[in-house]
């Protein structure tokens, strides 16, 4: 849920306060990867306000980002956040398996809980403020369509998706372009908080035969008083692509590899 994660920068800019790179502060591991698989372009799926916008700049990305967010008052906040940025894109628009609308949930609070699915008892016990308040209908589309748009062409493209159990809809729709992303950071349930949606027992091994390993978890939503986590984000780059060569370069290294042709 990402009105647990909201990155600093976020927080402190409702106050007119900004957070400003230390020339000295170690990388982080996202930071490493990104540079080393060459991560030319950034779909922040379910972006909110945009949290992970400024976090993105603060890491040190300094490519496109396009941020897809479809619920009304939180497009409009993101659209402010993203305006002094040329090279943060905005779209009102839900990504998933297939084009077309549907009525989405919208969750109280930050609306971090919003979903496509149907919010379980889990969520409304556990964190009573994100229940659903109101319903919205929304225009719906896939991640191979907006690469037609955005990214025609390259392959390091990186997806970062929080889509409150919608996740596996969303990797559905990559569709043919499948080998233009290098890597994605995704949030994962341990527990069920939207009915129908895949639990992280079973994402790993579907993301591990679509050519992605593992390489770390993050902290995600779990419970203060229990220590029980309900909520991961991983993150995954592709196991058959090297960090640092593409697509094509890595099909060249194959033929010239004895025993691959």
């Not at 229990?226 to 960090?243: I, K, L, N, S």
């Not at 890595?250 to 042709?261: C, I, M, S, V, Y």
Request: aromatic share 8%; net charge neutral; glycine share 10%.
């Amino acid at each position: 849920m990402n009105y647990l994660k909201r990155p600093i920068q976020a927080v402190l800019g409702n106050f007119g306060l900004e957070v400003r790179r230390k020339q000295a502060r170690g990388k982080t591991k996202l930071e490493t990867l990104l540079a080393q698989y060459r991560v030319d372009m950034v779909f922040d799926v379910g972006a909110n306000i945009g949290q992970y916008g400024p976090w993105f700049r603060w890491i040190g990305f300094d490519k496109t980002i396009v941020s897809f967010e479809p619920i009304s008052h939180l497009f409009q906040q993101l659209s402010q956040n993203a305006q002094s940025d040329p090279k943060w894109l905005v779209e009102q628009v839900a990504l998933g398996e297939k084009e077309g609308s549907c009525v989405i949930n919208v969750s109280g609070g930050h609306g971090g809980a919003s979903s496509l699915l149907t919010m379980t008892e889990h969520v409304v016990k556990n964190a009573p403020d994100q229940a659903v308040i109101r319903q919205e209908e929304i225009r719906v589309t896939t991640v191979e369509k907006m690469m037609k748009k955005y990214y025609p062409e390259g392959d390091r493209l990186f997806l970062k998706i929080d889509a409150q159990g919608y996740e596996r809809n969303v990797i559905e729709g990559i569709g043919s372009g499948l080998h233009r992303v290098v890597g994605l950071k995704m949030e994962m349930s341990l527990v069920e908080n939207y009915r129908g949606e895949l639990l992280m027992v079973d994402m790993l091994p579907r993301l591990k035969n679509m050519g992605f390993h593992l390489v770390e978890f993050e902290n995600g939503w779990s419970n203060d008083k229990t220590g029980e986590m309900y909520q991961v984000d991983g993150v995954f780059f592709r196991a058959d692509r090297p960090a640092g060569t593409s697509a094509g370069e890595n099909e060249k290294a194959d033929a010239l590899t004895p025993g691959r042709h």
